[in-house]
């Protein structure tokens, strides 16, 4: 009975081991990237579950995180001076820096994105000049922000019948080769990067798309995506008695192909999509009730092969907040703002563990997934 006693606590040992093994190596393996006050990038270790490293900027307090195409360098714009900070992943440090302010000249900036080979930045900008007795503000233009350079080297009048209040505010992407700027807003609009042409504008309520009489598409930048291909959720209403409702989009951006399904009803606000890594599962959160003492939010959870809504629960969510999926597919993370994120399991949509990161959260989080072996 001894001889048997003495095998069986190494043995539990090593079972124990093994379990634990095979559950790390189920969960996420990636980082996450995060902008807070005031100067700093935080690294994330999402095995671990902490916060590993804080990259200092230079340019100024982080207010957006893009990442390139071939993931090696993150491009960070400023809050307070419109600057941009380039971060190459792999060291962790600032390796490019300046500022688009000179002067008197206040050059307001809000979402960007990169070219393939990630040498140039397209945005729309809003020019203030300061005068001695008042400011001047400048039309609405397309800019070409070369890294380079360190400067803006091209801008372009934006359209003037397709300019409004949100303009600054719209999605960006570039299509796979570089030739085309995608523009997502009440339309789709498809520009030639070289002169900044209208090339195309997908009209959501012409008869192509019939039953939609508006629509709103988000652009995401998801690295669990596939290449070229985004999916996100719309809303729409239809021409009769418009009822709002919403779907899921499907853009092939070298395509351009679009492919929109409705799914229900919409709601008074929904916090985007995210896809698990084999993008056959996808979540958002649905806001029933947008009153901020009494905000109601559901965790919705799609079927992408069918794109159907397969599962909902009350989420107990924060004033503001957005959302993100891990590496994994398999936690859901909650910040912004203040200075944590919350882990939810994303097979029950149950609280996990919260995080702090001892800042405060000032941009978008990304999540970038281990290099395979």
């Known amino acids: 009975m001894r001889g048997n006693s003495f095998w069986r606590f190494p043995v ?39 916060v590993i490293d804080r990259i200092q900027l230079q340019a100024g307090t982080p207010r957006h995180i893009e990442i390139s ?3 090696t360098k993150l491009f960070v714009s ?10 190459d992943i792999a060291t962790r440090k600032v390796i490019n820096h300046f500022v688009l302010d000179e002067g008197n000249r206040k050059v307001r900036f809000r ?32 800019a070409v922000i070369d890294l380079a350079q360190q400067k803006i080297t091209k801008t372009v009048d934006y359209p003037k019948e397709e300019e409004n209040l949100f303009t600054r505010f719209a999605g960006m992407r570039v299509s796979p080769d570089g030739k085309h700027l995608y523009h997502f807003r009440e339309n789709v609009l498809i520009f030639d990067t070289t002169d900044f042409k209208l090339e195309e504008k997908i009209e959501l309520a012409k008869p192509q798309y019939p039953g939609m009489e508006r629509i709103g598409v988000w ?17 729409a209403s239809d021409p009769v008695v418009h009822r709002s409702i ?19 009803p919409s709601t008074v ?22 009153n901020p003492g009494n905000l109601r939010c559901e965790f919705w959870v799609f079927d992408m092969t069918t794109r159907k809504l397969v599962k909902r629960i009350d989420f107990p969510a924060r004033t503001r907040f957005d959302f993100s999926t891990s590496s994994s597919g398999k936690q859901i993370y909650i910040f912004t703002a203040g200075p944590t994120i919350e882990i939810f399991d994303a097979g029950t949509l149950q609280l996990e563990k919260t995080i702090n990161l001892e800042a405060d959260v000032t941009t978008n989080l990304l999540v970038v997934p281990a290099k395979k072996s």
């Not at 093994?21 to 005031?38: D, K």
């Not at 400023?78 to 971060?87: H, P, Q, R």
């Not at 652009?219 to 809303?235: K, W």
């Not at 606000?269 to 947008?290: E, F, Q, S």
């Open 12 to 50: 539990s040992l090593h079972l124990f081991g093994l379990l634990a093994a095979l559950a790390a190596s189920a969960s996420a393996q990636g980082l996450l990237y995060i902008g807070a006050w005031p100067k700093q990038i935080l690294v994330i270790d999402e095995a671990q579950q902490k």
């Open 69 to 71: 195409n071939d993931r």
């Open 78 to 87: 400023s809050l307070e001076n419109d600057g941009i900070d380039v971060v």
């Open 111 to 142: 979402n960007f994105t990169s070219d393939p080979p990630g040498k140039l930045l397209y945005t729309t900008i809003n020019v203030a000049v300061k005068q001695v007795d008042r400011f001047e503000l400048e039309p609405t233009k397309f």
């Open 219 to 235: 652009a995401n930048n998801d690295p669990a995506e596939e290449p070229g291909i985004m999916q996100t959720v719309f809303n």
């Open 246 to 264: 919403f779907g899921i989009a499907r853009v092939d951006l070298a395509r351009r192909n679009f492919d929109f399904t409705p799914v229900g």
């Open 269 to 290: 606000g929904m916090a985007g999509l995210r896809v698990t890594p084999d993008r056959k599962t996808g979540y958002t959160i649905a806001i029933l009730d947008g």
